[in-house]
């Protein structure tokens, strides 16, 4: 192939002009390779694969600063400001993550800072940093302070190892049926936590029984019976008061309507 002349733009990835001019390429598909030669000083090429070089053509080729370490001061500290540790370490110049700092956290520290920030010669940093607490297992018991007894099994929930008190906004399991007795801090008792729930009384309804001879197509006798306040049926076995020398036409589960049952009979 012979050698042909060829603009090549070195630009950075937002299009910014670093580097270029027209230089002497072999024609035809080449590949990006060749240009090496010709990357400026202090960056690195970003392309790669082939193009097609041809007399008089042009080509933008995008590179970027290779990244030189410089000594920059980090300081370590919590969120008031108070210093933990630091000093002066050797980072990739230019913008960088927050994560580049993980090796040189203080131990018993995790950081709190996220996203990127700016790494210059000579500057300076503060980090934000939290410790990190330690936790220890803490047993659970929910206690029926009606029945007096224990309800459910017992379970481990995790607190930090200073903890000495448990807030019951932490419990997502109470047992079905129960409410607590208490809500707030519950104190942490040789590592148990001691939980009073009762049981929740249920919402109740008085319905009337209309108890209706079907033989002689009238009244025979009123009557009621408790149930649940969300019931919409009403069951034969709980009726306590049929009228003497009646006897049910149906059994089973009968419906309720404006407070009422239509008791055959």
Known sequence: NKD?????????????????????LPEGIQN??????????GYEMMESGDFTVTAGGQEDITVEKISE???M????VTVDGEFVAGGDYFLPEGIQNFEILEQYLPEGFKLMEFGDFFVTDGGKEDVTVEEIKSTIPVN??????????QVGESFTI???ADATSVNTSTF???????????????????????VEVRPVEAETKTVGLNYWDVI????????????????????????KDIPEGYELVWEGDLQINDGWVWVEV
Do not use: C, H
């Open 69 to 71: 370490d410089v000594i």
């Open 73 to 76: 001061k980090i300081r370590f």
């Open 32 to 41: 990006m390779s060749i240009l090496e030669q010709y990357v400026p000083e």
């Open 4 to 24: 042909v002349i060829m603009n090549i733009r070195f630009v950075l990835a937002d299009g910014t002009f670093v580097a270029g001019g027209d230089y002497f």
């Open 140 to 149: 659970v018991r929910y206690w029926d302070t009606v029945n007096n007894t």
């Open 172 to 194: 997502k399991d109470i047992p079905a049926g129960y409410e607590l007795v208490w809500e707030g801090d519950l104190q942490i008792n040789d590592g148990w936590v001691w």
């Open 158 to 160: 995790t607190v930090d």
């Open 216 to 239: 002689n197509n009238q009244q025979v006798a009123e009557g009621s019976v408790t149930v649940a306040a969300d019931a919409t049926m009403v069951n034969t076995s709980t009726f």
